[in-house]
């Protein structure tokens, strides 16, 4: 499901599409006449929804350039204010994007209370929330109305302030007025510890803690909802525990810890080699052979045995190994399903290798590892495999080049993913390339790397990125096929 469609409506998803366009535009401008035309809309109805939209602007940036002047037949999109940033400024202001962060930060929140400050009246309000209270319960979870809260297994409710509030988030503009200080100090103990993945956002770190404690100030705790004892090597915990978490019973502090570590290390490295880290997990698993070992040991021989057009490196690669590992042990923990949400991401790919879906719903139909979350353990194994198919049905490759000036982690990183699949060639900026990926989106005005040439910013610490990165690659060799 597409964040849009839950936050919201038709006629700000109408605002956003528009202004996705102006956006795209030569030099982000458009005749409102031209474009009526083009729309087949009349002047004066896209004339009085551009004017919504300028309003916006000039509530995200009253410095900003007008949209709109008046008698000019233009309109033009200011440069400090993305889609992106415009996308955050409706789902904030959006009913469901208020109920989410006034759940979360007010635990004694009224339903009275909400309409009175939204303006909404009861039908209105079921009427808004009705996509997302459909999303929760696929989630597991609920809305109870006294009070306004998300019930339901604590890990879950977790997962989904995590995942719907993160996209409320907006690098110059915080979602919390202020990260709570504790949040700063838990991480800061975390990293003195050694448990914070070296290549794991802190910034979401800091938002994950700010979730977690507010749940705790709640009195919500995550002790004695997850299997632990499944978190294998388990990380060693400081032996002095945290100043935020020192009123609290000891084994409640180190539940919310390991959670803590558990949110950066289940979540697949769909961008990285990993091979240090992967080492540890796959020589723990595979000395002590483990269920999660064999299942692992047995998909990799069978698809390499059985599957015409994949890579012989899915028997050899230990990041590969290590990952699929993570998918199979987080199952373990979690005894509900409660992973990360790879279906939104998974679901499009899997018209690109049909081959390779039907391969892994096969293997999982004899070896049935777990009863729980199959179909989640399908789509993160769809998601980790799919990049080393080799099949391409493109006799001339897209040609791909990597922006020099990226961090030369993520340059390489970025390399290692690309050069399994047969579809792309990997070129660099003067080699004429039809494709560039970048870590850094232009300032206004700047040149672009290469002029005339499609260029993808790819936020690195963004799961969900990575996979509109790869389908994009995979969506321009296609359109190659019939040029």
Request: net charge neutral; no cysteine.
């Amino acid at each position: 499901m597409a964040f849009e469609e839950l936050f919201l409506d038709r006629e700000e998803r109408e605002r956003l599409a528009l202004y996705g366009d102006l956006r795209d535009a030569p030099n982000r401008q458009m005749n409102i006449a031209t474009a009526a035309m083009a729309r087949g809309e009349s002047y004066r109805q896209l004339r009085r929804q551009m004017a919504k939209v300028a309003e916006d602007l000039h509530a995200i940036d009253p410095g900003a350039p007008p949209l709109l002047r008046r008698g000019d037949g233009n309109m033009t999109a200011p440069p400090s204010i993305s889609r992106v940033r415009y996308r955050i400024f409706l789902f904030r202001r959006s009913l469901p994007g208020k109920l989410l962060v006034k759940t979360l930060m007010q635990p004694d929140l009224t339903l009275p209370i909400l309409l009175e400050e939204t303006g909404f009246s009861r039908a209105a309000f079921f009427r808004r929330i009705s996509v997302l209270r459909g999303y929760l319960r696929q989630k597991g979870v609920t809305i109870n109305l006294t009070p306004l809260a998300l019930v339901g297994a604590e890990p879950r409710i977790r997962q989904v302030y995590r995942q719907l509030l993160w996209q409320l988030v907006d690098a110059d503009n915080p979602l919390f007025a202020d990260i709570l200080p504790q949040s700063r100090q838990l991480v800061q103990a975390l990293q003195d510890a050694g448990l914070v993945e070296r290549d794991f956002s802190v910034k979401q770190l800091r938002f994950s803690a700010n979730i977690n404690l507010y749940r705790l100030q709640a009195d919500h705790a995550i002790v004695n909802t997850l299997n632990f004892s499944e978190l294998k090597p388990l990380p060693a915990l400081p032996e002095k525990l945290p100043d935020v978490f020192a009123h609290l019973p000891p084994e409640v502090a180190k539940a919310e810890m390991l959670y803590l570590y558990l949110g950066q290390w289940r979540i697949p490295r769909l961008h990285t080699e990993q091979q240090f880290e992967a080492a540890g997990i796959v020589g723990y698993h595979a000395a002590h052979n483990t269920l999660a070992w064999q299942t692992v040991a047995k998909i990799r021989a069978d698809l390499s045995r059985h599957l015409i057009g994949i890579s012989s490196a899915i028997t050899t690669d230990l990041a590969l190994a290590g990952n699929l590992l993570k998918i199979l042990i987080s199952e373990q923990i979690f005894p509900d399903g409660a992973y990360i949400d790879l279906a939104k991401t998974a679901h499009p790919m899997r018209a690109f290798y049909p081959r390779l879906d039907k391969a892994i719903k096969a293997f999982f139909a004899r070896e049935a590892p777990t009863n729980h979350a199959l179909e989640e353990i399908i789509d993160g194994f769809y998601q980790l495999l799919w990049p080393f198919m080799t099949e391409s049905a493109v006799a001339d490759k897209l040609k791909v080049a990597l922006d020099p000036l990226m961090p030369q982690p993520l340059y390489e990183t970025v390399r290692l993913n690309l050069i399994h699949p047969a579809f792309i060639r990997l070129v660099t900026i003067h080699q004429h390339p039809d494709f560039v990926i970048s870590a850094q989106a232009l300032a206004p005005g700047e040149e672009s790397i290469v002029p005339g040439i499609p260029v993808f910013y790819l936020a690195s610490e963004r799961f969900e990125s990575w996979s509109a990165l790869y389908q994009e690659l995979f969506l321009r060799s296609r359109q190659q096929l019939h040029q």
